[in-house]
């Protein structure tokens, strides 16, 4: 089956839908029995898809756990109430005191934050290595490494890793590894394929698709499922059945959303190129964005996010380019179907292991549905209201 038509199928047996199209929409905290033998039997049941109490979910929760397991070839697919829960829980479910990880020096920032913050007070020891290191890797696995983080690419400096290198090394040494894919979304790799034990998901950006929803996912295969599982569950994580109702209907549209996102995207980045401010444009398909080989070895497909480095550092010039935008709105988020736009000018501040220090200001850009044209224009308004404020 091509994916187009997976991503149409997934999640719709029919005991999720009944006669429906899609699958029911069904809030529950108490589940009810009406004897001994039928509870006794859920309770058998309770770890696989069937109803026992809300926190395990319902009907709708099953179905897109379902349907996250087959888009990612998983064993088994939890779904947390955000990305983050959904990372961090993973991290706790397989570290403890006195054991070490190594985490991708392009992390996502909060993901960097509960590692120096709840897991350095759990007595776990961190150390951070260069996305660009690929099987070089082997030589930061001590003794007590238990996990390998990896995020591909980094969600500022767009920075793409060799995940199946990283891998086979963590197998190797019976490493765990968990890559937060949120970038890359279930179309555009599967990293189990790929050899990693954990693929987890902000399902609040492309997944959901219209920024009205937090949401996380994390898959993992046939080795790591049940610890993942238990410990997640322990955690208290459930997410409400409302909000996942939501990230099934976005599935539907997902593949069809991502290529005018790609698209569009890339036609921005091609203008954004051409442009006397811009010093390169770290877009996946251009040679300037870092590791733009293994994105095009390991992606099915690109999505609307990328960034580009300015010339200069000049704040007063920055902000009178972002206060006029039309189209590209401030938000500290992507995925959904509007233009968004960011910037920074320190992406090497909190880095351990790399010191990229760009050359001006870092500026990422989500290129949503809008008319490419709209957009474009408004992006020449904007850095011409940028080079007529420069000092
Ligand atoms: C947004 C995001 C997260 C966190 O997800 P939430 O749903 O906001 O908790 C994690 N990783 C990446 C790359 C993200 O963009």
Redesign the pocket.
């Known amino acids: 089956m091509k994916t187009s038509t997976r991503l149409i199928n997934v999640g719709r047996k029919a005991k999720y839908t009944g006669t429906a199209v899609n699958p029911r929409l069904v809030r529950a905290s108490t589940i009810t029995y009406h004897s001994v033998d039928e509870m006794e039997r859920a309770k058998a049941e309770r770890d696989n898809y069937t109803q026992y109490y809300g926190r395990r979910g319902t009907e709708t929760t099953f179905a897109f756990r379902e349907a996250m397991c087959e888009l990612e070839n998983a064993a088994g697919a939890y779904v947390f109430p955000?990305?983050?829960?959904a990372?961090n829980s993973s991290l706790l479910a397989f570290l403890g005191q006195g054991d070490h990880v190594l985490m991708v020096d392009s992390v996502?920032e909060?993901?960097r934050e509960f590692a120096e913050g709840t897991l350095k007070r759990f007595g776990v020891e961190i150390s951070y290595y260069d996305p660009l290191i690929g099987s070089d890797i082997e030589r930061l696995i001590q003794e007590n490494t238990k996990v390998i983080f990896l995020?591909s690419p980094g969600?500022w400096s767009m920075e793409f890793q060799d995940v199946p290198a990283i891998a086979q090394v963590a197998r190797n040494h019976g490493v765990v590894t968990m890559i937060?894919n949120?970038?890359a979304t279930p179309l555009g790799n599967r990293p189990l394929d790929m050899g990693v034990d954990i693929s987890i998901h902000?399902?609040?950006?492309y997944i959901t698709g219209h920024s009205d929803v937090?949401?996380?996912v994390a898959s993992a295969n046939e080795r790591v499922w049940s610890q993942l599982q238990a410990n997640s569950f322990e955690l208290g994580h459930c997410a409400s059945p409302d909000d996942i109702y939501q990230a099934l209907k976005g599935l539907r549209t997902m593949e069809l959303r991502l290529r005018q996102h790609a698209d569009n995207a890339r036609q921005v980045a091609e203008w954004l190129q051409q442009r006397p401010e811009v010093d390169h444009v770290r877009h996946p398909a251009f040679a300037s964005c870092p590791g733009n080989e293994l994105f095009q070895r390991d992606f099915d497909m690109g999505n609307g996010l990328f960034s580009f480095v300015l010339k200069r550092h000049d704040q007063a010039a920055m902000d009178s380019m972002l206060d006029g935008m039309r189209h590209f709105r401030m938000g500290f988020?992507?995925g959904g179907y509007e233009s968004l736009i960011l910037s920074t000018s320190g992406a090497g501040g909190t880095r351990k292991a790399t010191d990229w220090q760009p050359a001006g200001h870092l500026v990422r850009v989500h290129i949503g549905l809008e008319a490419v044209e709209d957009l474009i224009a408004d992006l020449d308004a904007g850095l011409n209201r940028y080079t007529a404020a420069g000092s």
Do not use: H, Q, R, V
């Open positions: 955000c990305g983050s829960a990372i996502y909060p993901t995020e969600s937060d949120t970038f902000s399902a609040t950006k937090m949401l996380g988020s992507w």
